[in-house]
């Protein structure tokens, strides 16, 4: 099971939409994930817990990678294609 994380400015709408949309993306490729959302303040002091974590590209600039964690920088957030081939991409 991973642990995703969506992220926008607040945590409140924008990263709840990401996280629905990753939720389902997950779900239609069977991975079984737990999906959650905050705000960038808080994601820059939780990232070690998750696998994945989902980002506009100006928010990600910010979050920093490990070994453990992705960043997904999202040119749009709204693109549900765009969003599903980078998350199946970096699972690979």
């Known amino acids: 099971m991973i642990k995703l994380l969506a992220v926008c400015g607040n ?3 924008t990263s709840t939409l ?3 949309k990753a939720k389902n993306i997950l779900d239609k490729n069977k ?3 737990v999906c959650e959302n905050c705000s960038i303040g808080q994601a820059k ?3 070690g817990g998750y696998d994945l ?3 506009s590209v100006h928010l990600a600039s910010q979050l920093k990678e490990t070994s453990k ?4 920088a999202l040119k749009n957030i709204l ?3 765009e969003m599903e081939q980078k998350i199946l991409e970096k699972l690979k």
């Open 18 to 20: 990401m996280k629905l």
């Open 31 to 33: 991975i079984q994930a």
């Open 45 to 47: 002091t939780s990232l």
């Open 53 to 55: 974590v989902i980002a």
């Open 11 to 13: 945590g409140m709408g």
């Open 79 to 81: 693109d549900v294609k």
């Open 69 to 72: 964690t992705k960043i997904i």
